[in-house]
Structure formats: structure tokens, C-alpha cells
């Protein structure tokens, strides 16, 4: 059961322009909600990341927006640039510390 | 300004081999997670530990694998007997005492394992 899923395997965007990434999740007990960001061949970097008793958090160029009801969270970098291309993953906080991961979803910036 | 790191970076063990994996967190940090990777999937949780305790280990197979944080060295993720399937990549992450940022994991480059 994927309690966490990022339904798009890629994304396309041009450069300068606003690239949208988005995650579903199912467990409503989950309480705190991150980004990573991956190159290949290197570990996840964390981004950014948001409380559920939030709906927005914003850092420079990264915005992750939180719809409870919804179970939908989304991230957002605008303007997108070439350095951003890589695997963004969204990962949940579930019990004491362990995280859940979704699949990843490829982001490509074209110039 | 030492981030979380992993060695060996790649291991090549055949069927039937230990793995032994080696963690070192970041300094300050006293929580350890482990995580595998499969091809084209997400990372998917194994073990939390602190020094010397195992708070969590509801990822882990129950057999074969065995993850330890002694009082002193790195965290040792140890898989015995490995078969095929447990070629991944095996990621560590650590995160500082508990607190408004312990919630963010800091991950090391991975290893990755391949069984032939």
C-alpha cells in the first residue's frame, strides 16, 4: 500500500518558468510533510518542508502548499533554472521519526 | 563541516556473502535511519536508531539483516546471506537531538550493492 505517491514519473519545464510537483498522500495521521531534491548517484537533500497545521511555507525560490482536505501537497519553484533538474521526492513524517517516501518524480528544466 | 557519510560508496558481494555497511552522522547528530532504494522506487524505511538502541526497525526483513549504533564508531548496517534482491542502493540519514528542526533528515551518498 503506497501511502505517499507522486503520480507523474517526470516533468518537462522551461527555464524562467514555474514548475509544479505534486503528492498525494492517504494516512491523515501524518504530521509533518518534506521535500528532497536528488542528483544521481548522491544521497536526497533535503528542501523544503511544511507542519500540517500549515497550508504554505515559502524559502526564496521553493514554495510547498498543504491541502489537508485534500491530502494533496504540492511544491512549487519559480523561476525554475537549469541547476534545479533532478528527482524531487516527497516524503512523510509517520510515528516517531520514520519517514515515507513517494516514488520520485523527475523534473527536467529545458533552456 | 562533515555532512552524514557512507563507505564503501559501491559493494560487490556474491551470493552468500556478508554486507557490511558503515554510517557516520553528522556531528551533533544522534539519530540514524536507514533506507534501500530499488530501481526506479522511492526509499523506503528500514531502522531507527540511537546510540546503542534500536527505536524502530519495522522496515527491516526479518531475517538476514541486523543494523546496530554502538556508543562509539559509525552505524553498521550488516545484511548476512545476501541474495540477489538485496541489490539497492542503501541510504543513511541523520537527524539532531529531538527538537523544532528533527524533523529533517540529512542523507549520506548511499551505498550501493550489487550481488552477483
Known amino acids: 500500500d503506497q501511502q505517499v505517491k507522486q503520480n507523474s514519473p517526470s516533468l518537462s519545464v522551461q527555464e524562467g518558468r514555474i514548475s509544479i510537483l505534486n503528492c498525494d498522500y492517504t494516512?491523515?495521521?501524518?504530521?509533518?510533510f518534506l521535500w528532497y531534491k536528488k542528483y544521481p548517484a548522491e544521497g536526497p537533500t533535503f528542501l523544503i518542508s511544511?507542519?500540517?497545521?500549515?497550508d504554505k511555507n515559502e524559502d526564496g525560490r521553493f514554495t510547498v502548499f498543504l491541502n489537508k482536505s485534500a491530502k494533496h501537497l504540492s511544491l512549487h519553484i519559480v523561476p525554475s533554472q537549469p541547476g534545479d533538474s533532478a528527482v524531487y521526492f516527497c516524503?512523510?513524517?509517520?510515528?516517531?521519526?520514520?519517514?515515507?517516501f513517494g516514488q520520485g518524480t523527475r523534473l527536467t528544466i529545458n533552456p | 563541516n562533515a555532512g552524514v557519510m557512507q563507505n564503501p560508496r559501491h559493494l560487490v558481494r556474491r551470493r552468500g556473502q556478508e554486507a557490511r555497511l558503515r554510517c557516520s552522522p553528522m556531528?551533533?547528530?544522534?539519530?540514524v535511519y536507514w533506507y534501500r532504494q530499488l530501481p526506479e522506487e522511492g526509499l523506503k524505511f528500514m531502522v531507527y536508531?540511537?546510540?546503542?538502541?534500536?527505536?524502530?526497525e519495522s522496515g527491516m526483513p526479518k531475517e538476514r539483516f541486523s543494523a546496530e549504533f554502538p556508543k562509539e564508531g559509525p552505524s553498521i548496517l550488516r545484511i548476512q546471506q545476501v541474495v540477489r534482491g538485496d541489490s539497492a542502493a542503501y541510504f543513511c540519514?541523520?537527524?539532531?537531538?529531538?527538537?523544532?528542526?528533527?524533523?529533517?533528515?540529512?542523507f549520506g551518498p548511499g551505498t550501493r550493492l550489487t550481488v552477483t
Open positions: 540519514a541523520s537527524s539532531p537531538l529531538p527538537g523544532p528542526s528533527s524533523y529533517e533528515q540529512y
Open positions: 494516512n491523515s495521521m501524518f504530521d509533518y
Open positions: 516524503a512523510a513524517k509517520q510515528g516517531a521519526q520514520k519517514l515515507v
Open positions: 536508531l540511537q546510540k546503542e538502541n534500536i527505536i524502530d
Open positions: 556531528k551533533g547528530h544522534s539519530h
Open positions: 511544511i507542519s500540517s497545521i500549515k
